[in-house]
């Protein structure tokens, strides 16, 4: 059964400072995974989609990355600002459903 | 164009009480799906059409939830004798084909008190 776990649960930073957040996954058979912004209250926007046959997809400060054979991602944001304040959850898509982690609360500091 | 919409966006019932959710996909895409997220945890899977027929409906909790596609656009979500543990906000997802990117409504938050 697949598994995603989502590493910190929350991190706090001062603004302008570069940031990882960690996804892992038990199971490397996927077609793809999928990075998520929710605000609080609000509905799921999506950052970056990476296909199962790529390493890395790249949007403006945010630059995702995937290792199928380790099971892992980093979602990497450079230059932070307060507006990145958010909770960022990763889904992998095993056959068709998206597997969830359960997130990683962000708070920039201004 | 539009994207995946949802009414009502909150709902608040009573114990006990029958309640339905609507989902309108994007139009044209073929899969829809339904997730659940809890407060604090990531959404959960509960349901997956493919046109108008239940493909995998296994992450349904139990008998009370149900759900349907009838003409293959928009799908209700059906939960009898509600609990305070349906709680959630529930989550409509629309893709193309089952391979693809599925794109999110903005969620009904349901309460039962």
């Known amino acids: 059964k697949q598994e995603v776990t989502q590493i910190p649960a929350a991190l706090s930073v001062p603004e302008g400072e570069n940031l990882v957040l960690n996804c892992s996954f038990t199971?490397?058979?996927?077609?793809?995974l999928q990075w998520f912004r929710q605000d609080p209250g609000k509905g799921l926007t999506s950052l970056l989609l990476?296909?199962?046959s790529q390493r890395e997809q790249t949007s403006g400060r945010l630059n995702a990355s995937l290792d199928k054979s380790s099971g892992r991602s980093t979602l990497y944001i450079a230059a932070s600002q307060p507006g990145d304040s958010a909770t960022y959850l990763c889904?992998?898509?095993?056959?068709?459903?998206?597997?969830w982690g359960a997130g990683t609360k962000l708070i920039i500091k201004p | 164009g539009a994207g995946v919409s949802q009414t009502p966006s909150n709902k608040v019932t009573e114990k006990g009480k029958y309640v339905e959710l609507r989902c309108d996909p994007i139009?044209?895409?073929?899969?829809l799906y339904w997730y659940r997220q809890s407060l604090g945890q990531g959404p959960e899977f509960l349901i997956y059409?493919?046109?108008?027929?239940?493909?995998?409906d296994s992450g349904l909790p139990n008998d009370r939830f149900f759900a349907v596609r009838p003409e293959g656009s928009v799908s209700t979500l059906k939960i009898q004798r509600t609990e305070r543990g349906d709680s959630a906000v529930y989550l409509c997802?629309?893709?193309?084909?089952?391979?693809?990117?599925?794109?999110f409504g903005p969620g009904t938050r349901l309460t039962v008190t």
């Open positions: 997802a629309s893709s193309l084909g089952r391979e693809n990117e599925q794109y």
């Open positions: 139009s044209g895409h073929t899969a």
């Open positions: 059409f493919q046109g108008t027929g239940a493909a995998d």
């Open positions: 199971d490397s058979a996927i077609y793809n």
């Open positions: 990476i296909q199962s």
């Open positions: 889904a992998v898509k095993s056959n068709y459903q998206l597997i």
